[in-house]
């Protein structure tokens, strides 16, 4: 059997050394790249050969790929290499890379053709200036062959033994048991489900309770289906850090019930959260674990598969022993392991790694995204942009001379898109196109300023041209999906400005990355009604929807509803009375932990006051404004087996999911909001764009995303099959048929 690996790729692997250098310096974007390569092969005669498809073989390796072009009158094959600035400036270590892959492609191109010498040269294409610098030499066949079995030697070892991984890995995954005696309640189905959309390669919405096992549930099912389907990778795609943890422990699980089992784990972290030294910048002049990275990659990356268990303790264990930078040293292990567990961000953002490492190696790869219900809220963040006037005028003050002119035009631009503007918010039909062209031309001149001067720049600066780059990208993508609005604000006796290209509906930029994956499984306790999520997320119409039975008996949990009480905003005043006696009437019955959640800070405010003035025996904990991870600790910890009291919360927010406080720790809640969100222009023209696209505007924009909420808070009393507790949904809304009808299904509400 032959490892298969693509030219660059494996030059990447064998002659990449020196230092990692993230030194910011502008890169010719993707569309540039393709428009230089087309321009040199424009310039060069008639009888010129481009995009060469080549491939020769080693022992156990074929090497494959496409050369940039061949001058058939001089003999000459060309490698094009795009770029900016001063060619001087292109790292040595990146012109080694670039020699080596004309060398492999020389070495192809003679045996597949005969030849017996052949000249080659790396084109560096200037962008900017279209001028090309020209490096040329020629070479024997001979040599070239020499370099080419060098290059598949260092390799070869690797190949082999992520061949032998590959055929012990999916025997094991075909003998993976349960690591438990059974199944829990509606984990078989679950997990028979998940079984069935991997090996037929299709998508699913599946809704299930806490309690039954959603992760383990999900994972071993997919896992099996490994070998069938011949399977690359497994992406575990989480919201939060509590998904993460959870995924490593069922993995855990996993691993020692099956002992032995050749599956590579990996835990990859946000690059501030693997960072060691934080203050210093990443490149060998600055950093001790840049310098010389490269080096010490190869030693450090065998370490760490031969490992295979890759939580972020074990890969900042590696890195400090070969001294190289853990973030870095994980971006690489990507690459290489089977199951990759990680934030969304790193397969759906518009430069996610994980989704341009599979474009890139043709992987076939299978999603699950844990709490799925959170990827519409985070997918529109990625896939919007905002830029603030006071900001951007506070750079053009200290922005270098060259920059003023193109600066200036922008500000001229941005005054005038708001002083006609009646309203402090607006929304406005279209992206304004004179506004987007000056931003344009900003950002080119930045572009040529921080390719000339890459060092030494202001923070605000870069910033600010990576937000306008953004801005930019996101306005030429502009459509149904997204907003365009100003908000209008006084600074120092002057009016300016916030823009803002506000997505949302993320499903035309989820959808490909849904489409490229063999299979995907979305899973949380709260995905219905499933069309909305599939309409939002861009799923395919076909997309299975399944409810897991719950594991959890209706007489666990008891459901009440206050039917003579308001919530809405004009009637919170007056709820305040009989919301404070009925969480005191209900502690008095049945002392113990309870959490009360509201929709607003304010109102959460008010009902504590509100409760502590009338019954100030009960003791209460209160959710705080910006609470830090610690904060968040402690609140939780006020929660204990043997405390009793109240906790106010507000709805939607940290405690409304994600946290488990099983048995005494919590046994009631108080939820007295529908979380509908609030009414305001921004929600409104969502509302209109949500009924145009889909015909159900009020449920998509208000209904549903409160209901979620309010689902997820309640899910926090029952945790176990042997808990028992209570949920008051305090509001008189709740006992309305239409509302009624997307609350659990296992609960037995009583009014």
Partial sequence: MSYRIGVRALCEFTAREGDLDLRFTPAPTAEEGQAGHRTVIARRGPDYLSEIPVAGDYPGLRVVGRADGYDPDFKLLEEIKTHRGDVSRIPHNHQVLHWAQVKVYGWLLCQQWGMDEIDLAVVYFNVVTQQETVFRERFGAESLREFFQLQCQRFIAWAEQETLHRQRRDH?????????????????????????????????????????????????????????????????????????????????????????????????????????????????????????????????????????????????????????????????????????????????????????????????????????????????????????????????????????????????????????QQADYQIYPQVADLFVASLNKAVSALTDHLTDQPTGNDTALLQFYLDAMLFCRLAEAYGPHSLFDITRYQDRQQALSTLCLRNVIPAPFLAERFRLAHSSTLFSATLSPAPYYRDLLGLNQDCQALEVESPFRPEQLDVRITSKLSTRYPDRTDSLGPISALIAQQFHQRPGNYLAFFSSYDYLQQALAHLRRHYPQIPLWEQSRQMNESQRQSFLQQFTSESQGVGFAVLGGAFGEGIDLPGPRLIGAFIATLGLPQVNPVNEEIRQRMEDQFGNGYDYAYLYPGLQKVVQAAGRVIRTTEDHGVVWLLDQRFAERRIRRWLPSWWQIRS
């Fill in 172 to 420: 094991d995954l075909g003998a993976l048991s349960f690591p438990y005696p059974s199944f829990r309640h509606g984990q078989r189905q679950l997990a028979e489900a998940v079984y069935r959309a991997a090996r037929d390669g299709e998508q699913l919405l599946a809704q299930a309770t806490t309690g039954i096992g959603k992760t383990l549930g999900t994972l071993f099912p997919q896992l099996k289906a490994f070998p069938a389907q011949q399977l690359d990778r497994l992406f575990f795609l989480c919201a939060k850090t509590p998904g993460r943890h959870l995924a490593l422990e069922a993995l855990q699980a996993l691993h020692q019930h099956n002992p032995g089992l050749n599956l590579r784990v990996l835990e990859h972290v946000a690059r501030d959260k693997a960072c060691e030294y934080p203050e210093r910048a990443c490149h060998g002049d600055s950093c001790p674990l840049a310098k010389g990275f490269y080096d010490r990659l190869p030693a450090a990356r065998l370490a760490a598969l031969q490992a295979g268990w890759l939580d972020q303790v074990q890969v900042r264990a590696i890195a400090r022993e070969h001294q190289i930078c853990p973030y870095y040293l994980s971006q690489e292990l990507c690459r290489w392991s089977d199951v990759v567990v990680c934030d969304y961000n790193y397969y759906f953002d518009l430069g996610a790694l994980l989704y341009s490492l599979t474009l890139i190696n043709d992987w076939r790869v299978t999603l699950l995204v844990d709490e799925a219900h959170n990827l519409i809220d985070r997918a529109r963040g990625m896939y919007s942009a905002e830029l603030d006037q006071a900001r951007f005028n506070s750079l053009r003050r200290s922005a270098p001379a060259r920059l003023k002119g193109p600066l200036d035009r922008v500000a001229r631009h941005w005054n005038q898109l708001h002083q006609d």
